[in-house]
């Protein structure tokens, strides 16, 4: 069965990495947390997939990418 993760979890674990994670870390973190078979959803209930979480987050600049790690915008987390 398909996990649903909400992207508040996304974002409470990018906040435990002060250097950033990779895309391919956060993953590997994700499945071994959750298993293999997850999807994520925002506040608003839309679905997406790990690679369109990481993409609305960035768009709504919720994290940032720099020289391939991934950080969190604390300033722009939402706290409901």
Known sequence: MEKT???HEVLNLL?????GVSKEEL???LTEKFGTKFNFTN????KY???EILEFMS??????TKDTKLFLNR???CHH
């Open 5 to 7: 993760i909400h992207a």
């Open 15 to 19: 906040g435990n990495f002060e250097n």
């Open 27 to 29: 993953n590997l973190i």
């Open 43 to 46: 506040c608003s209930g839309n």
């Open 49 to 51: 997939s790990f690679n």
């Open 59 to 64: 768009l709504k600049n919720k994290i940032t």
């Open 75 to 77: 300033q722009n987390i």
